[in-house]
């Protein structure tokens, strides 16, 4: 069965940080590339970074310099860290996989809930 559980969301005052992390099972994880979205109350889902099989990186502009993503294949998992955390930050944020060799974010959490207060 395929899967992902991220874990690692909560409250955190602005100016914090937090650690998300996104555990795959069931697939060949050096063979995806991986996503992290968030999705704010009445907002559409938007991508916040993303990693390659390969390991090429992109983020959102608006978390550029404060969020890191990286992988670790040999344990199947994503870390998303998230420092300098903002209010707007304040989301539920998913984990999405999908084959490198192409196609769309088909394999998604179940998201955790990040909230960041003023």
């Known amino acids: 069965q395929v899967q992902l559980v991220e874990s690692g969301g909560g409250l955190v005052q602005a100016g914090g940080s937090l650690r998300l992390s996104c555990a795959a099972s069931?697939?060949?994880?050096?063979?995806?590339?991986v996503g992290w979205y968030r999705q704010a109350p009445g907002k559409q889902r938007d991508v916040v970074a993303t990693?390659?099989?390969?390991?090429?990186?992109n983020y959102a502009d608006s978390v550029k310099g404060r969020f890191t993503i990286s992988r670790d294949n040999a344990k199947n998992t994503v870390v998303l860290q998230m420092n300098s955390l903002k209010p707007e930050d304040t989301a539920v944020y998913y984990c999405?996989?999908?084959?490198?060799?192409?196609?769309?974010?088909?394999?998604w959490g179940q998201g955790t809930q990040v909230t960041v207060s003023s």
């Open positions: 999405a996989a999908r084959r490198s060799s192409g196609g769309p974010y088909g394999i």
């Open positions: 990693i390659t099989s390969g390991g090429s990186i």
């Open positions: 069931g697939l060949t994880f050096g063979y995806y590339n």
